[in-house]
């Protein structure tokens, strides 16, 4: 599935937060892996265009094999694309990855898509047996390598952290003769030049901030592809949000278990308790798409303005916030949020530059 420069895409990404049930208690693994299936089907129904599902290995997000996942979302679907957000390619093998992902492609008739990135959580290093140390060259040589590997011809490749392969032929191949390969991006330069060397659209990850922040970015991207003598390709972010009826409803449904999530995370990073007035200053100002339907939509739409994106995708989940919510947010999204996004920005198109 090839994104057209000019045509504005919608997602949803999630990471499978283990959420509250409705006795308060954690939800079982075993059901969110479940329920995200159903999140995914809506978003389907609601006329989104693509979902995402993230790779962790930690206690509070269920999902560690999101190609399983993806699988089973292909067999309840019909038109929505089904990616990773992320596939941490650093502790994984990338001739493994792109096998799943080719064969996710033909289950779905070539649905499937991959965002490629070294992740922010490391707990997939030590438990498959590599060493932090390595972090950037994991990656380098492993991208690398899966470069390779798009190109569904024979691979011959050497590096330093896996075997060499000479002459190598991957199965199985997709329809399209390319998968559909993203870069995550997280404000590192270096990432988006490689972005621009391998011809891989970027896919921003801006949770936290104004978003113009990363305008420069943007503009590095299309004159790294410039000078690379490489076509325009598609960008595109990557922000948590929750869309309820009303303002207020959707910042008191958010905020508690939005700050039970990244307060967990901050404490394993030296970051101080979120406050109620960081959070409403995220809302109002930063990468926070909290709100009515409306609201959202207008937020939106000047961040396409501003960065000239052809893709958002909403982060709907946030650590225990309960299934049921997510799903009412979700079918807002699709109904109301993405058909007023669109129509803002037939009132002012945003630019598509080269």
Do not use: C, N
């Not at 007035?277 to 926070?288: D, K």
């Amino acid at each position: 599935m090839t994104d057209d420069l000019g045509a504005l895409r919608f997602g949803i990404d999630t990471f499978g937060d283990v959420t509250r049930a409705p006795d308060g208690a954690p939800t079982p693994p075993p059901q969110v892996i479940r329920d995200v299936v159903e999140e995914a089907v809506l978003a389907d129904q609601v006329g989104l265009d693509a979902v995402g599902i993230g790779e962790h290995h930690r206690a509070d997000f269920a999902v560690s094999a999101p190609d399983l996942l993806l699988a089973a979302i292909a067999a309840r679907t019909s038109r929505i694309s089904l990616g990773s957000a992320v596939t941490v390619l650093s502790s994984d093998d990338p001739v493994r990855v792109f096998q799943r992902f080719a064969t996710l492609d033909a289950i779905s008739g070539g649905r499937a898509e991959i965002t490629l990135g070294r992740g922010s959580f490391t707990e997939s290093f030590p438990l498959f047996g590599y060493d932090l140390s390595q972090y950037e060259t994991l990656f380098t040589e492993k991208l690398d390598l899966f470069a390779h590997l798009r190109t569904e011809q024979p691979v011959t490749w050497s590096g330093t952290v896996r075997a060499g392969l000479t002459d190598q032929h991957v199965f199985p191949h997709t329809a399209s003769g390319a998968l559909p390969t993203w870069i995550g991006v997280g404000g590192s330069p270096e990432s988006v030049i490689r972005a621009a060397r391998y011809g891989l659209p970027m896919m921003l990850a801006i949770i936290g901030g104004a978003p113009d922040r990363f305008l420069p970015y943007v503009e590095l991207y299309r004159r790294a592809l410039t000078q690379l003598e490489l076509a325009p390709l598609p960008i595109g972010v990557h922000s948590p949000g929750h869309v309820g009826a009303t303002d207020e409803e959707a910042r008191e449904e958010y905020f508690t278990d939005y700050k039970a999530m990244r307060d967990s995370i901050g404490r394993d990073r030296g970051w101080p308790p979120m406050s109620r007035h960081e959070f409403e200053t995220e809302v109002e100002h930063g990468s926070l798409y909290v709100g009515s339907p409306r609201t959202v939509a207008a937020k939106i739409a000047r961040t396409v303005r501003m960065l000239g994106v052809q893709r958002f995708d909403l982060k709907y989940s946030a650590g225990p916030l309960p299934h049921d919510t997510m799903m009412r947010g979700i079918e807002r999204y699709g109904t109301e949020v993405v058909p007023r996004v669109r129509e803002l920005l037939e009132e002012q198109p945003a630019p598509i530059e080269a």
